[in-house]
């Protein structure tokens, strides 16, 4: 069987377009940007006290502030970013609860790149500025808490999927897109444009008015019920 020298098996992973990097330190704070168009980033240990930004005039494909708090190891593999933490003692999360700011951390993205953010161990006090870029897809596994969506206009239908509760969480979007929810386990205290809804139990299956199908729009699903969830245009 003939083998073609120039072929690259990585044009084929569904996140990727372009070889590695070439120039990459796993211990380092960045990532290059090397002509990549769709990547998958990976946090599976929680994030605290963080933000997650697409920023406009972003050179690399992933750069981390990480302040007073402890630097990541990343792993790059095909179309996949990881970010993972040592594992936190107890002490850690105790100066992460009662000390806001110790261990702020920026994650920023390269905006010409469409993401998808999967984000496992939990979500709290943290803000995703997505609005300069393109989102595929966001899951949050664990649950989340004080935390701000702020999403772009979406270039198809995209997912939302949050397991594990919701507290406190505020999404924001263009004026002309529409949300789509479905909320497993009841809500207390419900914003959804200008309207407010006290308390639903069960499965509640609610949109912003303006979701058409087939159109580009979120769809927003939670399971382990949500108290304190606002949805907004921006």
Do not use: K
Not at 103 to 126: K, N, S
Not at 143 to 166: K, Q, T, Y
């Amino acid at each position: 069987m003939m083998i073609n020298p120039t072929s690259d098996s990585t044009t084929d992973h569904p996140y990727r377009t372009a070889p590695p990097p070439r120039t990459f330190d796993p211990d380092s704070s960045r990532v290059p940007y090397d002509g990549q168009t769709r990547m998958r980033l990976t946090i599976p240990s929680g994030l605290a006290h963080a933000c997650i930004v697409i920023d406009p005039a972003a050179r690399d494909l992933l750069a981390i502030e990480c302040g007073d708090g402890p630097r990541p190891r990343i792993r790059l593999a095909g179309g996949d970013l990881a970010l993972t933490w040592r594992r936190r003692s107890f002490g850690d999360w105790l100066r992460e609860v009662f000390t806001p700011g110790l261990c702020d951390t920026a994650i920023v993205l390269h905006p010409a790149v469409e993401w998808t953010v999967a984000l496992r161990g939990g979500l709290c006090r943290a803000e995703l500025d997505l609005t300069a870029g393109t989102v595929a897809r966001i899951d949050i596994a664990g649950g989340c808490s004080e935390v701000l969506l702020d999403l772009p206009s979406p270039a198809a239908v995209v997912p939302i999927r949050i397991s594990g509760g919701a507290s406190h969480l505020g999404i924001r979007r263009p004026a002309e897109t529409g949300v789509g929810l479905d909320v497993a386990g009841g809500i207390a205290m419900l914003r959804l444009d200008d309207r407010s809804l006290g308390a639903i139990g069960g499965v509640a299956q609610l949109d912003t008015g303006d979701v058409t199908r087939g159109v580009p729009h979120y769809e927003l699903t939670i399971a382990g019920g949500a108290s304190d969830l606002s949805i907004e245009r921006r």
